[in-house]
């Protein structure tokens, strides 16, 4: 009975949490938004562990992200990955990008996994979210300092590679 009354309870949340959605992610859309973050993934029966943090400022389905070292841009066509360390840049078409390398995709298509994600906590400018994969591998996504702006177009999202110094290697796959 225990179970049954669990079982019902935690159904219940869930159709709750899909009818309201996460009000925080939904203030998203037509705004410039910044945050820290920090990502961590764990499978059934293992603690969390971060795998990475940073910062990340989206603009509709562009994004700068920056942790461990490294500053990703995209604007949404192209996507530049720099290593200031190494001195190199990468330089590629985005073609087909998934919620884990794209934070616009999670914070713009939230919705679609609303069945997988539970909402740990949010408050004003932070939110703590877990989704379940298929695998049942869990994906933490703990956003904080959360800012909304009017969109400021695209040009922070994008590089010229002649701003690079000269010593830095770039590999373009275009």
């Known amino acids: ?55 990340v400022t989206v603009e509709d389905n562009a994004y700068v992200m920056e942790g461990l070292g490294i500053k990703v841009l995209s604007d949404g066509e192209t996507r530049w990955s720099l290593d200031p360390a190494a001195r190199e840049a990468v330089v590629e078409t985005v073609e087909k990008e998934d919620i884990f390398t794209n934070p616009a995709l999670f914070i713009s298509s939230y919705r679609n996994y609303m069945d997988r994600i539970n909402v740990n906590s949010q408050g004003r400018n932070n939110l703590d979210v877990t989704l379940t994969l298929d695998d049942e591998t869990k994906a933490r996504f703990v956003l904080k300092g959360i800012t909304f702006k009017e969109k400021q177009g695209k040009s922070d999202f994008s590089m010229d590679e002649k701003s690079l110094p000269g010593d830095w290697i770039v590999t373009d796959l275009r």
């Open 1 to 55: 009975m225990k179970k049954l009354l669990l079982a019902i309870t935690l159904l219940f949340t869930a159709l709750v949490s899909w009818a309201q959605g996460i009000p925080l992610l939904d203030k998203v859309q037509g705004q410039r938004v910044s945050f820290s973050y920090s990502y961590s993934l764990s499978q059934k029966g293992a603690d969390f562990q971060e795998v990475t943090g940073g910062e």
